[in-house]
Nanobody, 127 residues
Framework: QLQLVESGGGVVQAGGSLRLSCTAS????????IGWFRQAPGTEREGVSY????????HYIDSVKGRFTISRDNNKRAVYLQMNNLKPEDTAVYYC????????????????????WGQGTQVTVSS
């Protein structure tokens, strides 16, 4: 079981940027599909973006395309979510999640595809 930790959240003004990081204690994230989700108060958890393990392909929901970028670092010890041109509607707790190693996700924007979750990091965008 992976122990995932998110970091990098904070408070920014609309139009600003943040970079979220997802790390696994003592482990690399090679070949694990990793997803980023967010949940605002009173709403369901929403898939934002994911990156597959072997093929490194990336996917985004329409509302963040062109503004968010998911990536892995060279050592494969972290997965990042670079968020630019943030909007107030991006305000939420952001979670990273890992699917089974070497697993090809059917729909990486669905929470039930993932096994392990971090505790979340708060992102607040002020207008």
């Amino acid at each position: 079981q992976l122990q995932l930790v998110e970091s990098g959240g904070g408070v920014v003004q609309a139009g600003g940027s943040l970079r979220l990081s997802c790390t696994a204690s003592g482990l690399t994230l090679d070949y694990y599909p990793i997803g980023w989700f967010r949940q605002a108060p009173g709403t369901e958890r929403e898939g934002v973006s994911y990156i597959l393990g072997n093929f490194q392909s990336t996917h985004y929901i329409d509302s963040v395309k062109g503004r968010f970028t998911i990536s892995r670092d060279n050592n494969k010890r972290a997965v990042y979510l670079q968020m630019n041109n943030l909007k107030p509607e991006d305000t939420a707790v952001y979670y990273c999640a890992a699917g089974p190693r070497n697993f090809v996700l059917r729909d990486g924007l669905q929470p039930n595809e993932y096994e392990d979750w971090g505790q979340g990091t708060q992102v607040t965008v002020s207008s």
